[in-house]
């Protein structure tokens, strides 16, 4: 079965630094791979997504990410921080004949002035 | 830009009690999805409905859990007999067309306080 995992569970930057949130799948085909935010009493927020083609995706709000097969990797990044981006950062993947996303546990982005 | 939305925000209820959490899909989306995440806990797969039947379900999903499309445009998840371990945020989600070629669109989720 697939699974993620995001081996930070805690990130502070400051702010105007880069930010790298570190997420890594385990399956077997090219998996669907997702990025969701979530600030404080609200809903996943979808940041961006790899479905094929381009290895670097661009995202909402300045981020992006680079899907590594070869590492089984797709790390965010972002290259400025800014105090509205402190929110929890789910990574996730989806099998192509599955149905559901698997999430990672979550890394929590605090951003310091 | 279209939303799901979920009613309501918060609910507590007793242990033993049904509960009912509401979900209003995007409109011209296909597929749904209840997903739940208990407090400090990774977000898990409860439910997938297409075409007014379950697609999958989790082992979570056991029958205390039932979904229904009542109509055009709602999509429920019903607790029948709530334990103190259904506490948790419970999402709902959407999208167009078949997995893999559109992302899930989530609600802003229901926090279930089951006492």
């Known amino acids: 079965a697939q699974s993620v995992t995001q081996p930070d569970i805690h990130i502070t930057v400051s702010e105007g630094a880069s930010l790298e949130l570190r997420c890594n799948y385990s399956y077997g085909a090219t998996p669907y791979l997702f990025w969701y935010v979530q600030s404080p009493g609200q809903g996943l927020q979808l940041l961006l997504k790899y479905f094929s083609g381009d290895t670097l995706v661009q995202g909402i709000k300045g981020f992006e990410a680079e899907f590594k097969r070869s590492q089984s990797s797709f790390n965010l990044r972002k290259p400025s921080v800014h105090w509205s981006d402190a929110a929890e950062y789910f990574c996730a993947v989806e099998s192509v004949d599955g149905n559901k996303l698997v999430f990672g546990a979550g890394t929590i982005l605090r951003v310091k002035s | 830009e279209p939303e799901v939305t979920q009613t309501p925000s918060h609910q507590v209820t007793q242990m033993g009690q049904e509960v009912i959490l509401r979900c209003v899909p995007i409109?011209?989306?296909?597929?749904f999805y209840w997903y739940r995440q208990i407090l400090g806990q990774k977000v898990e797969f409860l439910v997938s409905f297409y075409n007014n039947e379950i697609s999958e379900k989790s082992e979570i999903f056991d029958d205390q859990f039932s979904v229904e499309r009542p109509d055009g445009s709602n999509f429920t998840l019903k607790i029948r007999s709530t334990k103190l371990e259904d506490s948790a945020m419970y999402f709902c989600?959407?999208?167009?067309?078949?997995?893999?070629?559109?992302?899930?669109?989530f609600g802003n989720g229901t926090r279930l306080t089951v006492t």
């Open positions: 989600a959407s999208r167009t067309w078949a997995p893999g070629y559109s992302p899930l669109h």
């Open positions: 409109s011209n989306h296909l597929y």
